[in-house]
């Protein structure tokens, strides 16, 4: 299982690295979505992928066997990661769709004036 | 519970901000809000000052498993420095930022970066740090594309692209580093790789890709490209606040994670870190003299200045980490007044281009003098705190064997001369070109908080250079006291 979803997040990685080379700006933001998005699931497989109950401790019981329940710290990770994401996400779209008002291109080569002289 | 204190008032005042409607409130009250925060950091400062570390437990859940904020003499510095270049920049973008963008909530998005700040150099654990570095970052972004000229939104689009990669770099480096682990408290973390040390060579992928992450964040080699792209689009105000606090955050991350983790194996770091400082600090200044716009100048110097306290903290002795410590804060108060005399003279004539610039010492003796004396400090010349630092730098250098390096670092000084005396002749000091048309208004704008703002900072500047020796020594103990981790690591966990 972990094999198939490193596997998988590699796949995500190309695809969002092929993304962001491209020219046009919709697509290198794509690229940063999906990128984003492979980055959590690199905290997901680092806690381990396993079948095993939620981190509750039963009622009456002190404590539990760490064995029994899965590390519940990477999926709060994974959480705040995606609300940060979707954040940015949000105002990376509208800040987009502000140049392209102003400029009315998606053209990553017409975004060179500011490092001419 | 002070420390929690320099995350909430930020935070106050952005509720505050977004409640009230009037203007003049708004503005007056951001500067108070400033102001407290920096009476806050000099406390934070008197305290550590004492005792040499404070931490707060968030929730009162014990250190491995809660969310830590741990202040030692390093992070009570950054804070105190970071307080005073905040609320400088707020009084000087009362006069200088203009109407809308003020009613619009600049100042909201300010004190956004401000707790961000605040937060990196408190946090405790890494992806506490991840959460603080994105806080300061979205109000980056949104003070960056604020107002949205074309040249802005340009700017901003490269800026949040390449910003947000380098924080993709260190959390994938978070979640490597959890997974073999099992802990992102940084005193924790440090003591269990301390324990283990065959899990070093495993946990090298995730250390590159966070010290990538940061070396993005802090605009070093080979990474530098957003900043100069972006830092001269925005109102100069927010030019200055970024060049003063944003860059250091990232320094100052990696000196941290340096100090904590990547000591553990220096024959693989030191040589790296040494020749990312090198090459910034070259590449930098090369790249400045060829520019010919007052703020693109400035930018690429922010990267070459980096590079003299990376390679302060390759050298890795108690000398060597003083020198970055204290350049860190000359360059974070030098740059940001450089920087606030750059929007006065845009203010005067709409333009920085050095070509068409001229006379503006004929026009107001006083900043052009507030000019001489932040450009000559960053150029390294006494009695400034520039000289102070670019010294002991290169005497750290000297005694820990690495001669060639601190002969790159004069070399590389001159260089930074050359280029500040091109600004101070092009701008301050040649007569107006006969072709370009006079300026229409001939009536001088208020400027009179601009100029106290900048005089504030012109005052530290002389007095961090005048009165050196007390803040050599804190700085030295600032770095004596990273370099013992276990310290570090003791406090925080008992």
């Known amino acids: 299982m972990e094999l198939i979803f490193a596997i998988f997040i590699g796949l995500l990685y190309a695809c969002g690295v092929f993304l962001l080379l491209r020219r046009s700006i919709v697509k290198v933001i794509l690229g940063v979505f999906v990128l984003s998005n492979a980055t959590n699931l690199i905290i997901f497989l680092a806690g381990g992928i396993k079948r095993s109950g939620s981190a509750f401790i039963p009622e009456g019981a002190e404590t539990i066997d760490p064995a029994v329940i899965s590390d519940p710290l990477p ?43 | ?289 060829s520019q010919y716009d007052f703020r693109k100048i400035l930018s690429f110097h922010i990267i070459s200045q980096l590079g003299y306290v990376v390679i302060g903290l390759a050298f890795y002795t108690v000398a060597g980490l003083a020198a970055a410590i204290f350049f860190l804060g000359h360059n974070m108060i030098s740059k940001t007044n450089a920087f606030l005399v750059a929007g006065w003279v845009h203010r005067e004539r709409q333009t920085l281009n050095l070509k068409v610039l001229g006379d503006m010492f004929k026009k107001n003796t006083l900043w052009g003098v507030l000019f001489f004396i932040s450009a000559f400090s960053l150029a390294g010349l006494p009695p400034l705190s520039g000289f102070i630092g670019k ?14 390096v601190a002969l790159v670092a004069l070399f590389v000084g001159f260089f930074t001369l050359f280029s500040m005396v091109k600004i101070w002749i092009e701008v301050f000091w040649k007569n107006t070109p006969p072709e370009v048309e006079a300026p229409v208004n001939t009536k001088p704008l208020p400027h009179g908080l601009m100029i106290s703002a900048s005089v504030i900072l012109a005052l530290a500047i002389v007095g961090m250079g005048v009165f050196a020796g007390p803040v050599v020594n804190y700085c030295e103990m600032a770095a004596s006291d990273l370099l013992n981790t276990e310290l570090y690591i003791n406090f925080v966990l008992k």
């Open chain 1, 75 to 117: 999926q709060a990770l994974i959480l705040t990661a995606i609300v940060i994401g979707l954040g940015i996400a949000a105002y990376i779209l509208a800040l987009k769709y502000r140049y392209f008002e102003e400029t009315g291109t998606h053209d990553l080569d017409q975004l060179s004036k500011t490092d001419r002289k």
């Open chain 2, 1 to 289: 519970m002070i420390l929690p204190a320099l995350l909430l008032i930020p935070f106050l005042y952005i509720i505050l901000a977004i409640l009230i409607k009037s203007k003049k409130v708004k503005t007056w009250l951001s500067f108070a809000f400033s102001l407290i925060n920096l009476g806050f950091a000099i406390w934070v400062m008197a305290q550590v000052f004492e005792v040499g570390m404070i931490k707060t437990q968030m929730g009162s859940w014990p250190a491995p498993f809660g969310i830590t904020l741990v202040a030692d003499r390093f992070s009570a510095f950054m804070l105190l420095v970071s307080a005073l270049v905040f609320a400088v920049v707020t009084l000087y973008s009362i006069q200088s930022v203009d109407t809308a963008r003020i009613k619009n909530g600049y100042f909201l998005f300010a004190h956004g970066i401000l707790m961000g700040v605040n937060g990196s150099f408190l946090a405790g654990d890494l992806f506490n740090l991840y959460v603080w570095f994105e806080v300061m970052l979205m109000g980056s972004f949104i003070l960056i594309s604020f107002g949205g000229e074309r040249a802005q939104l340009e700017g901003a689009i490269k800026y949040l692209i390449l910003n947000l990669i380098s924080s993709f770099f260190f959390v994938a480096g978070i979640g490597i580093l959890y997974g073999k682990m099992g802990t992102l408290n940084m005193a924790d973390l440090s003591q269990k790789i301390a324990q283990s040390g065959d899990v070093l060579s495993q946990l090298s992928p995730a250390m590159v890709l966070i010290v990538v992450g940061f070396a993005i964040k802090g605009a070093l080699f080979p990474f530098f490209f957003w900043l100069p792209a972006s830092y001269h689009t925005p109102p100069p105000a927010v030019t200055a606040l970024f060049a003063g606090l944003l860059t250091k955050v990232g320094i100052y991350s990696l000196i941290r994670i340096y100090t904590l983790f990547l000591y553990h194996s220096t024959s693989f770091w030191n040589p790296v870190v040494l020749w990312i400082g090198i090459l910034s600090m070259v590449i930098g200044v090369f790249s400045a003299s």
């Open chain 2, 391 to 404: 010294y002991l730098v290169i005497k750290a250098g000297i005694e820990s064997g690495h001669v060639s």
